[in-house]
């Protein structure tokens, strides 16, 4: 199986930074795409920002400048370093992986992490 852990979360005040951290674990061949997605309060699950196997990034039009998402394919880590924080990016962070294991023949699966919770506010 495959674990996704991530940390990082906490409350901050507006214009403040986290960083949120996320490392997956278990038993894989590969990791393709690695990315953050938040759900606030009442809200659907949004893309936040993800990240290819080569670098190749995409970021949702609220956090672009704002936020920078990174890994290391060695570590099968994936960063998201968010500056200039606001209200709005209150909600709980999930990070996503997609996963290539060897399951007779290699296969891609979709795997979650329990989520860590961002609160910003004065």
């Known amino acids: 199986q495959v674990q996704l852990v991530e940390s990082g979360g906490g409350v901050v005040q507006p214009g403040g930074s986290l960083r949120l951290s996320c490392a997956a674990s278990?038993?894989?061949?590969?990791?393709?795409?690695m990315g953050w997605y938040r759900q606030a309060p009442g809200k659907q699950r949004e893309l936040v920002a993800s990240?290819?196997?080569?670098?190749?990034?995409n970021y949702a039009d609220s956090v672009k400048g704002r936020f920078t998402i990174s890994r290391d394919n060695a570590r099968n880590t994936v960063n998201l370093q968010m500056n200039s924080l606001k209200a709005e990016d209150t909600a709980d962070y999930y990070c996503?992986?997609?996963?290539?294991?060897?399951?007779?023949?290699?296969?891609?699966?979709?795997?979650w992490g329990q989520g860590t919770q961002v609160t910003v506010s004065s």
């Open positions: 990240i290819t196997s080569v670098g190749s990034t």
């Open positions: 278990g038993s894989f061949f590969s990791v393709n795409i």
């Open positions: 996503n992986a997609e996963v290539v294991r060897v399951v007779s023949v290699l296969r891609t699966f979709n795997y």
